[in-house]
């Protein structure tokens, strides 16, 4: 099966017909030229892949109008600008950093300059200078929240644990101390987390907890929490016990109980009862009240 | 495509118009370039939407002569940044050509079953012969062309088709 070929690009030459008719005639009697002959009739049927020009062309435009918002800045503003700036005196000196809190049991909606949306989770925090926005979209993240991001330049988020970006897409993140979840609900992102860097695509979820990474996938459309609920997938109830900290401003006390068994399911956030009975009841551990001191967790 | 460069040289790649020109023209084969080294579509379209905003956004910068080199550096930058090397699954939708119609049963199958070996093997081919194959084959690229964008020697596109060849055949075995 094998061919001695005189030489390295003997085949290449043939397909550009530069061989010699000789050159020709000695290929054609070899075992090997039906297929040769066969493999490059066949790639010539070959399809090009589907690239839409128009499509392309109008979604780089938009991206190009968010970029392109910049006034226009006559002379006088310039002066008016100076006058501005004296009087601002020392502020305008600080970049001038916006920041987006949410406390305990509230959750926040906002735009970015770009009409990107966001919604923040129960304790979390979103922080990025408003006025460098049009050259990079790039913000910090502690906590959780979920990103509507309008189609254009890339969209980075920061957090401790590791950074997501796209071009345009909905997906959330969730960052805190050592735990860090990205889940993208449409179009493509990219995590990178210590050395790795993984691709998600719609329906995908990752997820890192002390160094160790677990992957899923799931079926919803947007996430449950910003519809009054909280939803978990095979997560320890060490980070469910937390989410209900978080959203109810309680604290727990625990007798007996394995905070590395693993949940999955959801709460409510608009009821302590219901969500403690749905998230407790199941894993066969029983709570109890006691006023303004933490609630008890225990098992018999 | 050569003519518009010989003509207008001086154009500036901040009008629009002129931007679109140099989109429309080089646009496609640069998703199909990515496109053969990735296999994934929505992967290879980020990444010219990408280089193309990076061109507009220096579209002061660049000259009109350069656009080209521009986001082929930058697309394949990108490119390398970005892929943590996933296992390569090419999908091509085939025509399906007219004349086969004329042939036996039994041949119509044989050939179709051939085509989705070819497929598998072209998508197993290592990636510089796959791109130097797909571009040859399908976009219909010459060498030399090829050699360009891909900052190589001629002598060494022709050495990488060779090989892709070689790789093919003994993948798909003599018939």
């Known amino acids: 099966m094998q061919n001695n070929f005189t030489d390295e690009t003997f085949l290449a030459r043939w ?4 061989l010699s008719d000789e050159e020709v005639k000695a290929f054609e009697k070899t075992e ?18 589907f690239f839409d020009k128009k499509k392309a062309f109008q979604r780089l435009l938009q991206s190009r109008m968010v970029s392109k918002k910049k006034p226009v800045i006559t002379l006088w503003s310039y002066w008016l600008a100076a006058s501005v700036a004296i009087l601002v005196g020392i502020f305008a000196l600080l970049p001038s950093e916006s920041i987006y809190k949410s406390l305990e049991g509230e959750q926040l909606a906002f735009n970015l ?61 969730h960052s805190r101390n050592n735990y860090f979840e990205v889940l993208c609900f449409e179009g493509r992102v990219k995590v990178d987390f210590m050395n790795d860097t993984i691709i998600l695509k719609a329906g995908d979820a990752v997820r890192f907890m002390d160094e160790d990474k677990e992957s899923w996938i799931f079926t919803q459309q947007s996430p449950s929490w910003t519809k009054g609920e909280s939803t978990f997938e095979n997560l320890p109830l060490k980070e469910v016990v937390k989410a209900l900290e978080r959203h109810y401003k309680i604290h727990f006390e625990f007798k007996n109980i394995d905070l590395k068994q693993r949940f999955t399911g959801s709460f409510t956030h608009d009821n302590l009862e219901l969500a403690l009975k749905s998230v407790f009841y199941p894993m066969g551990i029983k709570y109890k009240l006691r006023g303004k001191k933490p609630i008890l967790l225990y098992r018999k | 495509m050569e003519e518009l460069d010989k003509t207008n040289t001086n154009l500036s790649l901040c009008k629009t118009k002129v931007f679109e020109k140099v989109f429309n023209l080089h646009a496609p084969l640069l998703h199909n370039f990515i496109y053969y080294k990735c296999g994934d579509s929505d992967v290879s379209e980020d990444i010219v939407q990408e280089a193309f905003i990076k061109l507009w956004e220096n579209c002061k910068k660049v000259l009109f002569l350069k656009a080209k080199s521009f986001v082929y550096t930058v697309a394949k930058n990108l490119f390398l940044n970005h892929v943590s090397h996933q296992k390569v699954k090419l999908k091509y939708h085939q025509e399906i050509p007219d004349e086969l119609n004329i042939e036996s ?70 018939v």
């Open chain 1, 113 to 173: 300059p770009d009409g990107s949306k966001v919604k923040l989770n129960a304790k979390s925090e979103i922080s990025f200078y408003e006025k460098k926005w049009n050259d990079k979209r790039e913000l910090n993240l502690e906590g959780e929240a979920y990103f509507k991001v309008n189609p254009g330049s890339k969209f980075t988020v920061h957090t401790k644990c590791g950074d997501v970006s796209v071009l345009g897409t909905e997906f959330n993140a």
């Open chain 1, 15 to 18: 397909l550009n017909n530069e």
């Open chain 1, 32 to 49: 090997g030229f039906y297929t040769y002959k066969r493999i490059v009739e066949t790639s010539n049927l070959l399809e090009k892949p």
């Open chain 2, 105 to 174: 049963p039994e041949y119509i199958m044989e050939e179709s079953e051939f085509r989705v070996i070819l497929n598998d093997a072209i998508a197993d081919l290592p990636e510089k012969q796959r791109v130097v194959f797909m571009l040859n084959r399908i976009d219909k690229k010459t060498y030399a062309e090829i050699a360009v964008m891909m900052d190589v020697s001629v002598k060494a596109i022709e050495k990488r088709m060779h090989q892709a060849l070689v790789i093919l055949r003994e993948k798909l075995g003599d």
